[in-house]
């Protein structure tokens, strides 16, 4: 079992709708990262967090380090925020990283 | 700041050949990181620095592969001699610590392909 699972693996919708990527890890951390990559390859840090909610724009990130969990969360998505999530935890002084949610929205 | 910048975008080589990789941090930053990525295994950590000194190499897989920051402002990762399994996108990262509560700032990576 991978220290980071992510689901769905690959996520269609269409555009406006409200999106949900989780984020399941398996150890302690000290904190978590949620990645953007666009199909161009190019990675974007969006956010890190280490406990409660983040928000940026249209785009919210929760973590509950009880549960060991994290959800990113897009609202009213758009064709452009079709691109691969990738979820990242740290521990022990390096990132390991999930295998990422391939996200298309189509218009 | 121009961000992280890397080099060469994209490297084609035959096998037993030396490749090197390039990259430049954000200035100031002082923690390096080189990350491959992969279809099959996805974004793994390769080696990083701190403060120019090498700090975790265990992601290196195998002695072919060795990595040097000779100054804060530029680091290298050779691969010698390369096989096709070598064959990934190599991502360069830069962050002002190495605690994990750093945003990462991510080069735009060198596609290696190894024939």
């Known amino acids: 079992k991978n220290e980071v699972e992510q689901s769905p693996q690959n996520l269609t919708a269409q555009e406006g709708e409200f999106i949900t990527i989780n984020c399941s890890y398996s150890v302690g951390i000290s904190a978590l990262h949620w990645l953007q990559q666009h199909p161009g390859g190019g990675i974007v840090s969006l956010f890190m967090l280490s406990s409660g909610k983040k928000k940026h724009g249209r785009l919210i990130a929760t973590i509950n380090i009880q549960e060991k969990h994290s959800s990113l969360h897009i609202t009213a998505s758009h064709p452009r925020d079709s691109a691969v999530y990738i979820c990242?935890?740290?521990?022990?002084?390096?990132?390991?990283f999930g295998q990422g949610t391939r996200l298309t929205i189509n218009p | 700041d121009a961000g992280v910048i890397q080099s060469p975008r994209h490297e084609v080589t035959e096998m037993g050949q030396e490749v090197t990789l390039r990259c430049k941090p954000i200035s100031g930053h002082n923690s390096l990181f080189w990350y491959r990525q992969t279809m099959m295994r996805g974004l793994e950590l390769l080696i990083y620095f701190n403060n120019n000194v090498p700090i975790d190499d265990s992601g290196m897989p195998e002695d072919r592969f060795s990595a040097k920051m000779p100054n804060a402002s530029f680091s290298t990762l050779k691969i010698q001699p390369s096989e096709p399994r070598d064959s990934a996108v190599y991502f360069c990262a830069s962050s002002l610590g190495a605690t994990g509560a750093e945003k990462l700032f991510f080069g735009s990576g060198t596609q290696l392909s190894v024939l």
């Open positions: 990242a935890v740290h521990r022990a002084q390096k990132l390991v």
